[in-house]
């Protein structure tokens, strides 16, 4: 994937009740698939599901956000927000495209915001998919939350987004990864907005994926890279254990597993998304 692919599916942007929300967006709705709707990590953007846009778009409508803070969104109000307030943001942007059931797919961080809407509006949710998430520290002592949370500010503080990029971004996907997919993650995170990824870092101190999720009765399912350093497998695992479902192990790929390996996770979406669609076709309710 380059940087010109970009122009295959542009920056777009809307005004929701939330404020701004820019993201990305491929394929159509259809009568007999359902919409997926990508949420990126801490160090992302809507631009890093490029390959996910352009493969799951053949056949479904496909949505990736920049979430509150990144890109052009509006940030959320509070400087110590909770997962309910990225939640809202995202009912309010799916309200605003007309979206009112759909696949959900979070990454990382991105995966406590998809928890917090799928156990508050789970009408809404069809099916729920985390990749690599990150659980939160919201229950490990105030003294870890703030230690977390202080040293990754003090990191940004320090190095930049640019920096942050350069420094960091190799911890992202595994030795297997080619140029390319290193390079389309350094460019992603390069371009994070200080002030909505310093939110973003209060979120993850405060949230407690393994409730939200616990309080989901839906269709989940919880993959992780096999190489993957920052959410391991032995740190997903009890979230697939709170969802009551096995973890899903993927050779040879690390945190930005979709973006090393992108027909691996291409495919595990849609199947997963397929396999909704056809309880739906049998009459039972997902």
Not at 85 to 95: G, V
Not at 166 to 182: G, H, I, K, L, P
Not at 237 to 266: F, K, M
Request: overall charge neutral; charged content about 20%.
């Amino acid at each position: 994937m380059n940087i010109e692919t970009l122009a295959s599916f542009a920056d777009m942007r809307i005004g929701t009740t939330h404020g701004i929300t820019g993201y990305r967006e491929a394929g159509a709705m259809h009568l007999r698939t359902l919409p997926v709707v990508l949420l990126h990590g801490i160090g992302s953007g809507a631009a890093s599901w490029l390959r996910q846009l352009d493969v799951l778009g053949a056949k479904r409508r496909v949505l990736a956000w920049d979430a509150p803070g990144y890109g052009v969104s509006s940030r959320v109000t509070s400087e110590s927000p909770i997962a309910s307030d990225y939640a809202n943001a995202l009912s309010a942007w799916l309200d605003a495209l007309g979206v009112t059931r759909c696949v959900l797919v979070g990454h990382s961080l991105g995966a406590i915001i998809a928890g917090s809407f799928a156990a508050d509006m789970p009408e809404r949710v069809a099916g729920l998919m985390l990749i690599s998430p990150a659980a939160g520290y919201g229950a490990a002592s105030k003294d870890l939350r703030e230690s977390k949370r202080d040293a990754r500010l003090k990191m940004l503080a320090e190095l930049g987004p640019q920096g942050l990029a350069r420094e960091r971004s190799a911890n992202m996907v595994s030795q297997y990864a080619d140029e390319t997919a290193r390079e389309w993650v350094r460019w992603n995170m390069a371009r994070i907005v200080p002030e909505g990824y310093a939110q973003a870092t209060h979120l993850l101190a405060n949230a407690h994926l393994a409730v939200d999720i616990a309080r989901f009765h839906g269709r989940i399912a919880v993959a992780v890279g096999a190489e993957d350093t920052i959410t391991p497998p032995e740190a997903c695992a009890p979230i697939a254990q709170a969802a009551h479902v096995s973890l899903q192990v993927i050779p040879r790929a690390g945190h930005a597993g979709y973006v090393e390996s992108p027909a691996v996770y291409t495919t595990l979406i849609d199947a997963f998304c397929q396999g909704i669609e056809c309880h739906m076709k049998d009459g039972v309710t997902p």
